[in-house]
Antibody, heavy 119, light 108 residues
Framework: QVQLEQSGAAVRKPGSSVRVSCTAS????????FNWVRQAPGQGLEWMGR????????IYGREFQGRLTITADESSNTVYMDLNSLRSDDTAVYFC????????????WGPGTPVTVSS | EIVMTQSPATLSMSPGERATLSCRAS??????LAWYQQKPGQSPRLLIY???TRATGVPVRFSGSGSGTEFTLVISSLQSEDFAIYYC??????????FGGGTKVEIK
């Protein structure tokens, strides 16, 4: 079993950036894929991107290209999501989610990190 | 990008009733379809993957079926803890991985 812990809530101004961390514990493996999924208030789930810590090469959703950076620190079993040029519509809960070993569905989710973008 | 469409948006049901939720893909995703349950203030929970395989610990009253573009999640007899929002997700063609808009199962 893998458990995911995320960093705490953040409030940012428009145009600024935010970093959210996700630390895995338990039966971790750097070959697992870790994804970021966000959920705006009252809305559905939106996939943002993913990284496999061992290989480090992230893949991003098209609408986040240029604003999103996903990195991984193998030594601390932590994945980071950096989103810049924040807008009010980036206000959401940001989840990290671990992929299944073979397929791209999510068998473990973090608790979520609320990010509020407001002037 | 594959678009996932769920229906209905809201299902008003009574405990003990059978609930049928639908998910349609804009093109075939084979059996690469997962279902998640989300309760207010919580993160999603995996229920079904491979269109019909229950995840560990998921009660047998939850069943998934379908392939290609049409999928169904059935809750055979609704329990109080089942009132929640349900999302489907395709993982056949990516990026991006895509979710449906969700079906809210509410108490009638």
């Amino acid at each position: 079993q893998v458990q995911l812990e995320q960093s705490g809530a953040a409030v940012r101004k428009p145009g600024s950036s935010v970093r959210v961390s996700c630390t895995a514990s338990g039966r971790t493996d750097n070959r697992y894929g870790f994804n970021w999924v966000r959920q705006a208030p009252g809305q559905g789930l939106e996939w943002m991107g993913r990284v496999i810590p061992m290989f480090k090469k992230p893949i991003y959703g098209r609408e986040f290209q240029g604003r999103l950076t996903i990195t991984a620190d193998e030594s601390s079993n932590t994945v980071y999501m950096d989103l810049n040029s924040l807008r009010s519509d980036d206000t959401a809960v940001y989840f990290c989610a671990k992929e299944d070993w073979t397929f791209r569905f999510f068998d473990t989710w973090g608790p979520g990190t609320p990010v509020t973008v407001s002037s | 990008e594959i678009v996932m469409t769920q229906s209905p948006a809201t299902l008003s049901m009574s405990p003990g009733e059978r609930a049928t939720l639908s998910c349609r893909a804009s093109q075939s995703v084979g059996s690469n379809l997962a279902w998640y349950q989300q309760k207010p203030g919580q993160s999603p929970r995996l229920l079904i993957y491979g269109a019909s395989t229950r995840a560990t610990g998921v009660p047998v009253r939850f069943s998934g079926s379908g392939s290609g573009t049409e999928f169904t999640l059935v809750i055979s007899s609704l329990q109080s803890e089942d009132f929640a929002i349900y999302y489907c997700q395709q993982y056949n063609h990516w990026p991006p991985l895509t979710f449906g808009g969700g079906t809210k199962v509410e108490i009638k």
